[in-house]
Each structure stands twice: as C-alpha cells, then as structure tokens.
C-alpha cells in the first residue's frame, strides 16, 4: 500500500543553524499533512500541519513546504535550539474503512550540537 | 486541561502471556484511537473509536488484539496471548471530532511493552 517515508533517518545540525527535515509521500490523494515532534519518552507532539491546497505554511519559528508535483513535504526549523532535539514525523491523512486515518513516516531524528 | 492518562507506563511479559493497557483520553473528547509503536517506526492506527462505537480496526490484528470503550470514555486495549513481535509503545490519543483535520490530535505518553 502507499506510505509516508522519510530521506534522512538522522540528522545533525549546529545550535542557532537552520534545520531541514524532507518526508516525500505516495498518496497522491493525500489531503492534509501534519508534522508531529516526538520527545524520548513521551508521544508525538503536534508541531504544524498543512492543506493541500497550500504549498507553505508558517509557524513559530516553523515553516512547512508542500510540494505536490513531486510528493514532498520539509519542515523547517529556524535557529535550531537544544530542546529542538527529537524524532520528527510527518503524517498524511487518507482515507479507510469509513475513517480519515493518518498515516506516519518512520521519523528522523534531529540532533542538536551545542 | 489534563492530557491524555496512559497505564502502566511500562510492562514487561513473557510470551503467551497477556496484557492490558488503559487510557483515558481528554476531558470532552469523543474520539479514541489506539496505535502501536515499533521502536524506530512511525505510529500505525490499531483502532478508532467514535463514542464508544468502533471507526475503524482495520489493521487490529484480531486473533490476539481487543479493545474496548464501554462508556465511551476510557478504553481497555488487551492482547492475548502476547508474541515478541508486539514489543512496542501503545499511544493512546483523542480529538474532539473524528474527522482530524485541524491538528486538534493529542498523544499520551505511551505503554512500552516488552515481551521476553
């Protein structure tokens, strides 16, 4: 079936730099997308989603990328703080058995170098 | 606002055994959805409740997995017997509306099962 993957598993970033996590998807009847944070220990922490029929969306030092003619999704991380260290997610919402589901990536985990 | 109650926090079984986990999701909230994690993956849905009707357990593996939210409100996820394979954290969550479009997705902390 489709699924929501990943680029990178991990990735090392310089605390005050700019991080970029990159999730292409299958589903291309996906209409929602949101990125989840998920600290050891503790469940996924909803971060920033968008709409399809968006392709940037901006938060509190967050922006998410939408990019629909090739499948991609990035969540950007402006001056990337220790506490930004974590698993990021990204899900899509499909539909099944009568249900709007998400369906999560398998997660990159982001490191702060201090 | 409490969050999302989650117990234990962490269980250890031999296989064949069984397990029960408990949730009780937010104040208000009428759905309820169980998933499982495999270390290193992404949450996959087991179960969605709607009240205490079931949404969706598409992918529950039934021969061993139950749920159940008699009151709609908590819920009881069972497995029996359990395999190694269902070493995992189960994440309880809930939304107040079933249709989970606005990000309004809140996560307990999870029940780490390990099965020996």
């Known amino acids: 079936g489709e699924s929501v993957g990943l680029h990178l598993p991990t990735l090392s970033v310089q605390e005050g730099d700019n991080s970029i996590i990159n999730c292409a998807y299958s589903?291309?009847?996906?209409?929602?997308f949101i990125w989840y944070k998920q600290e050891s220990g503790k469940g996924p922490q909803f971060i920033i989603d968008?709409?399809?029929?968006?392709d940037k969306r901006q938060g509190q030092r967050v922006t998410v990328l939408l990019n629909k003619t090739v499948k991609h999704l990035s969540l950007q991380i402006a001056a990337t703080q220790p506490g930004d260290s974590a698993v990021y997610f990204c899900a899509e919402r499909g539909t099944g058995a009568g249900s709007y589901q998400l369906t999560f990536g398998k997660g990159t985990k982001l490191s702060v170098i201090p | 606002e409490a969050g999302v109650a989650q117990s234990p926090r962490y269980k250890i079984i031999e296989k064949r055994q069984s397990v029960a986990f408990w949730c009780n999701p937010i104040?208000?909230?009428?759905?309820l959805y169980w998933y499982q994690q495999i270390l290193g993956q992404g949450p996959k849905l087991l179960i969605q409740f709607q009240n205490n009707g079931v949404v969706d357990d598409s992918q529950l593996p039934k021969d061993r997995f139950s749920a159940e939210r008699l009151k709609g409100v908590d819920s009881t996820l069972k497995i029996q017997p359990a395999k190694l394979e269902d070493s995992a954290v189960y994440l309880c969550?809930?939304?107040?509306?079933?249709?989970?479009?606005?990000?309004?997705?809140?996560f307990g902390e999870g029940s780490r099962l390990t099965v020996l």
């Open positions: 968008i709409r399809s029929n968006m």
């Open positions: 969550a809930s939304s107040r509306l079933v249709f989970v479009g606005t990000g309004e997705l809140f």
């Open positions: 104040s208000g909230h009428a759905t």
């Open positions: 589903n291309s009847a996906s209409d929602y």
